[in-house]
């Protein structure tokens, strides 16, 4: 195994695992904000990784869709929340679903603002391995994973973070059931995304994720993403 590629899957895992982990925790910290004990009880307000893992979608999904050259998102052991705790359930589930993603926004911003800060001497910083390494490889691949993550997430459809724009429109009398379906949906949701590329001979997902956050990241970075 080349050096160059030591350092992609070493980047990848610091750029995974801290989006995975905030992602979650902003999930918890919402809810706890808006009155929900839930999160902080079941102790996952942590930025402890151990305790976000998911087996398959922390490690395997990840590095299936690194070695098929596929975009790299995953996912975390869900941040569980009570939505009968907030005064608004609907209001709430959305603020806390957003959360998430909000927070993977943050991280890429916060990529691409050093990267902005660093352009004057990024010459002089790429001429060490260490600082090419840095600049070029790690800076743009927390910025993707994290608009990843967050695109993603954003996908209207359960079990992800913008099924809570759903839960905006449904009757307060249907949420129980809304919220029942969601505990469901989530073992389809993976099979379609792993078969759906093969059986229709297009990967929507990849196309999605590379139109939308592959496009913002080159418009934050002050050089192009490849």
């Known amino acids: 195994m080349s050096g160059a590629t030591i350092a992609y899957y070493i980047c990848a895992i610091l750029s995974f695992v801290p989006a995975l982990v905030l992602h979650e925790v902003a999930h918890g910290f919402a809810a706890y904000k808006l009155g929900d004990p839930t999160a902080k009880s079941a102790g996952r307000l942590s930025l402890n990784p151990l305790r976000h893992i998911d087996p398959f979608g922390t490690v395997v999904l990840p590095l299936m869709l690194m070695v098929l050259n596929m975009p790299i998102f995953g996912y975390a052991k869900p941040v569980p929340y009570n939505p009968s705790y ?3 359930p609907r209001k709430g589930d959305a603020i806390t679903g957003f959360a998430g993603p909000c927070a993977n926004l943050l991280m890429a911003g916060v990529a691409a603002g050093v990267a902005w800060s660093l352009w004057p001497v990024a010459p002089g910083l790429v001429q060490s391995a260490f600082g090419e390494y840095f600049y070029l490889m790690f800076l743009p691949m927390f910025c993707l994973i994290n608009l990843y993550l967050m695109f993603f997430n954003l996908i209207p459809i359960p079990p992800l973070d913008g099924s809570s724009i759903v839960a ?18 989530f073992p389809i949701f993976m099979i379609c995304i792993i078969a759906l590329p093969y059986i229709i001979g297009v990967n929507p997902f990849s196309w999605y994720l590379d139109a939308t956050a592959g496009n913002l990241a080159n418009l934050m970075f002050p050089f192009e993403i490849s």
């Open 86 to 88: 907030f005064k608004d």
């Open 168 to 185: 905006l429109f449904i009757p307060e009398r249907f949420l129980p059931q809304w919220y029942s379906i969601q505990h469901y949906a």
